[in-house]
């Protein structure tokens, strides 16, 4: 046989040799292209022959109209091959991958590609990707190559009218995500990202949520995945990245608490909120740091839902932010958020101190002060009671607690503290402070005064039962009145430091 000969069969037949690389006519192919690497996995190459240019440019036809059968899953690469019925694997973390050496499908197989390592496929992919790989059937006798099939056939094989058509398709859907793609981001501002001191992983995620490339799961669905489009946070309308980031309910409110105090109801795209905001003078290092750290605790409490069934809570993202700037920006100024509300106690992180304050009203007599400074572990660093003369309010009984906390904070030397309130209404004042006509306004611009002196102050609002050491405290300040305990607290408060360390324990 000539080469001409060779080169116009293999032209013939490229599907068969692409798809079957352990069959008599690839081999014959390899040997004469690529004695030493499989042929699916070669490259163009220098100067290549015509035959073999036309061969290589359709290459992304196999490859995207083309799935793997999984024999020994020794071709099959796990992240960049197409394998799964549904896209692409979601993994839990690329580090993973890396940390397991897993490369290859045949590194996810037991007995000689007999069986899946079903604990290794948990343990690594998400589990819909799990579930899809796991119900992947393998040959009983294993040593069965890999394959490509084709998707759009019922019989798996391929013809050129077949191909046609998938390119027709692709073409008609590559226009309209054209349509669809971002203006870029002025170099420049891309700097201001890529020279923040934000981790890189929080660099990269902006990134990818910038250019639409995250898996959201709007995006999903329309790329023909099982899943369900609407967003996990709010159940309202589909999960696209603008509405996570801009528009989702339950995003704004975190965003809205966030130190850097966001309102993006204006915009309506990333991108668009994303110029804005780096064009913007006032966006220097630390706040497009905190920016890029915010948005990642975002996206991973989103993920938390998902594939972890958490429930999405603004106190919990507020302070994973605020952990993944002690990594990144150690310099960080210092600001006071108000937080969400939580039901019951929940520990601070480690490295912040959590102040839970209470203040208990008497019209006739004087009020009671209560406050008790707890670590990641739950265990007391302090608790104090006072009393005050006679307060014109409830609320107003409420605000001087909280200054006299802040202040005894600054004295027992804490630098990182999450305040925590029962008082729904001096939660709302700390977000929206009053404009200085009124008692409360002077005592709440004393306490801002007094945040200065922290590296971090936050404020979170806590139903009753998630207070009840500080209020123990402060309706019988009476009797405890001046007193600080380092460490400890009055024998009858124990009961309710253990309920709350109970409480709080974390999901074994
Ligand atoms: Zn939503």
């Not at 391929?158 to 998938?166: E, M, R």
């Not at 750290?293 to 302070?319: G, T």
Request: net charge neutral; glycine share 6%; charged share 20%.
């Amino acid at each position: 046989m000539r080469i001409k000969d060779l080169i116009y069969l293999v032209a013939k037949n490229w599907w068969e040799i692409y798809s079957h690389p352990e069959s008599l006519l690839a081999q014959i192919f390899k040997g004469v292209y690529f004695p030493k690497v499989s042929l699916v996995k070669a490259k163009k190459g220098w100067r290549p022959s015509y035959a073999w240019s036309s061969i290589w440019s359709t290459k992304w036809v196999f490859e995207r109209g083309g799935r793997w059968k999984i024999g020994d899953g020794r071709q099959v690469d796990v992240r960049r091959d197409n394998w799964l019925p549904h896209g692409s694997p979601i993994i839990y973390s690329e580090d993973l991958l890396v940390e397991l050496n897993i490369n290859n499908v045949s590194d996810l197989l037991l007995s000689q590609g007999r069986m899946w390592n079903r604990e290794l496929v948990e343990h690594v992919f998400c589990p819909n990707t799990a579930l899809q790989i796991l119900s992947l059937p393998l040959s009983v006798h294993g040593g069965v190559a890999d394959s490509l099939f084709w998707t759009g056939s019922i019989d798996g094989v391929y013809s050129s009218k077949l191909g046609y058509s998938f390119i027709k398709d692709h073409d008609a859907r590559s226009q309209t995500s054209a349509s669809l793609a971002v203006s870029p981001l002025p170099a420049n501002l891309w700097k201001k990202i890529w020279k923040s001191n934000a981790i890189p992983r929080c660099k990269e995620l902006a990134w990818r949520a910038f250019c639409s490339l995250l898996p959201v799961r709007d995006s999903l669905w329309r790329r023909g995945v099982e899943v369900d489009p609407t967003c996990p946070l709010c159940g309202e309308e589909n999960e696209i990245v603008s509405h996570l980031w801009l528009n989702c309910p339950m995003s704004k409110c975190f965003w809205f608490a966030y130190s850097l105090g966001l309102r993006l109801d204006s915009f309506s795209s990333l991108p668009e909120f994303l110029l804005q905001f780096l064009a913007d003078a006032d966006a220097d290092d630390g706040a497009i740091s905190r920016w890029l750290s915010a948005s990642y605790a975002l996206w991973e409490a989103r993920n938390k839902v998902i594939f972890q069934d958490r429930p999405f809570s603004c106190d919990v993202v507020l302070q994973r932010a605020f952990q993944l700037e002690l990594v990144d920006d150690p310099t960080s100024t210092p600001f006071h958020p108000a937080i969400e509300q939580a039901v019951s106690w929940c520990r601070p992180p480690q490295g912040l101190f959590k102040v839970n304050v209470d203040g208990s009203w008497r019209s006739d007599s004087t009020s009671g002060l209560g406050m008790a400074a707890r670590n990641h572990e739950g265990l007391i660093l302090a608790a104090a009671a006072d009393v005050v003369e006679r307060t014109s309010s409830a609320l107003e009984t409420e605000a001087l607690a909280l200054r006299w906390s802040i202040g005894l904070a600054i004295s027992l030397g804490f630098r990182r503290v999450c305040l925590e309130t029962d008082c729904l209404k001096l939660f709302q004042l700390w977000k929206k402070p009053p404009d200085g006509r009124n008692y409360l306004a002077t005592i709440l611009n004393d306490c801002f005064q007094y945040c200065r002196s922290f590296d971090f102050i936050s404020l979170s609002f806590v139903r009753r039962p998630g207070n009840t050491v500080a209020d123990y405290l402060a309706r019988h300040a009476s009797s405890f009145a001046g007193c600080v305990w380092i460490e400890e607290v009055p024998p009858e408060v124990e009961t309710f430091v253990t309920a709350d360390i109970l409480a709080s324990m974390p999901p074994v």
